[in-house]
């Protein structure tokens, strides 16, 4: 069962510009999302959350978008950076565990 | 304890053989969960465990897989009579409990497991 879903497995955007990052999801009992980043041989690292009765959070270059009546939210990144360069993974979670998507793979050019 | 503590990073077994993956949660997480990352795949839920209770299991694979996170030690993921298809870098995290929920977890680096 795909609770959460990443339909692009990839995005490459020019450093400077905006990179936006996308996610859906099916259960609407998730109260928490999260966004998580990864470089390769380590393990995920929280970048930032949104909670289900906001529709906006924002932290420096990062911001989440949660649209909850289309089950959808996004991650926006500006200005790009070649160090974001990363596999980012979109997670939601109820009273319990975490679920998470199968990733977006962002490269920054330089 | 910087962080989340996973050993071993590598581990090569033949197929038939036992594997053992060890997570040791941030001080002050009672909460662990293991994950797997299959190659180009996300990350699947296995198992939510707290200190001798299994809390989740429905993302266990029902035959060969089994976890444990007791009193003292470390959380224990074991896989008996592997095979190849279990290849894959298994990632713990841990939490602090329910109440964090806002933050989410702390992952380890990850076991990357192979099966010759």
């Known amino acids: 069962d795909q609770q959460v879903k990443q339909n692009s497995p990839s995005l490459s955007v020019q450093e400077g510009r905006i990179s936006i990052l996308n996610c859906d999801y099916t259960?609407?009992?998730?109260?928490?999302f999260l966004w998580y980043k990864k470089y390769p041989a380590e393990g995920p690292t929280f970048l930032i959350s949104?909670?289900?009765?906001?529709d906006k959070n924002e932290d420096g270059r990062f911001t989440v978008f949660l649209n909850k009546s289309a089950k959808h939210l996004s991650l926006h990144i500006v200005p790009s950076q070649p160090g974001d360069s990363a596999v980012y993974f979109c997670?939601?979670?109820?009273?319990?565990?975490?679920?998470f998507g199968a990733g977006t793979r962002l490269t920054v050019k330089p | 304890n910087a962080g989340v503590m996973q050993n071993p990073r590598h581990l090569v077994r033949r197929r038939g053989q036992e594997a053992r993956l060890r997570c040791s949660p941030m001080?002050?997480?009672?909460?662990v969960y293991w994950y797997r990352q299959l190659p180009e795949e996300g990350l699947k839920f296995m198992v939510y465990?707290?200190?001798?209770?299994?809390?989740?299991e429905s993302g266990m694979p029902k035959e060969r897989f089994s976890a444990e996170f007791p009193k003292e030690g470390p959380s224990i993921l074991r896989i008996q009579q592997v095979v190849r298809g279990d290849s894959a870098a298994y990632f713990c995290?841990?939490?602090?409990?329910?109440?964090?929920?806002?933050?989410?977890?702390?992952f380890g680096s990850g076991t990357r497991l192979t099966v010759v």
């Open positions: 995290a841990s939490s602090p409990g329910q109440g964090a929920r806002s933050y989410g977890y702390t």
């Open positions: 259960n609407s009992m998730f109260d928490y």
């Open positions: 949104i909670s289900s009765i906001k």
């Open positions: 997670a939601a979670r109820t009273t319990g565990d975490m679920r």
């Open positions: 001080k002050g997480h009672s909460h």
């Open positions: 465990l707290q200190k001798e209770n299994i809390i989740d």
